[in-house]
């Protein structure tokens, strides 16, 4: 009888809001519930949040072309490391109203990129030290769905870009820091070890840079994934972070 008039009480307080953790007398001993865990809109709105970048799967491309021999072709970009911060708001007052996401920092390292030759002739080049960060806050308009568990940003973000030429006798010679603004897409969700985690997706088609008209570079696409620092036990399974 007892353990039913405990399942009884359990489940009585079921419907209560998360801010309510309920006690109850168990044979071991006084029990107090936890509360369950803020949804992930909840806990942006709470506190900005910080996410490391997961390299496994954070990839992408763009496009080269040689604009006189009319050779396009694709060069591969890995992220190796990087980091996000952000948080989530309401904009009151205004026709434009609504939920939105602040971004407050995304920053990252890239792999060298490497030409072939036939992309830079006569020999390819390597671009070594590559780099990319925020250059000024950015507010992305945020749709919630299932009460907050599940977010869907996009807008646009603008960053600066640092890189080096590879040289023959194998030294970096720096270039200048170029800026890019891209259109960008951005999900969160929650792992099932309670983790926030973000997807985020950046495309921009069409030319992104020319020199003299003769070389392009364009079609970006990248898309990485990250997870909210809180502890390393808590990452999810598979991931492991330097």
Known sequence: MR????ALVVIGFSSCGHDFAPVFEHPAGTVALAPPELTPRER??????????HPVDSLGTFSTRRVLAGVTSTVP???VDGW????????PGTETSGPRLGV???DAALADVTFTAQQVP???????????ALAEPAVLTVRWFGDGTLGWAKGTITVNIHTALRLSTGGDSPLEV???TVPVELTVSQMANGLVGLWVHVASDGSLWNWAGLFELGDLSLSLEAFEVRGIDRLPPGVELN
């Open 3 to 6: 353990p039913l008039l405990t």
């Open 44 to 53: 942006l709105e709470l506190d900005t949040a910080e996410f490391r970048v």
């Open 77 to 79: 970009i890995a992220l």
């Open 84 to 91: 996000l911060e952000g948080y989530a708001f309401t904009e």
């Open 104 to 106: 407050t920092r995304f």
């Open 122 to 132: 006569p020999n390819g080049l390597t671009l070594s030290r590559v780099s990319f």
């Open 178 to 180: 170029a800026r890019l």
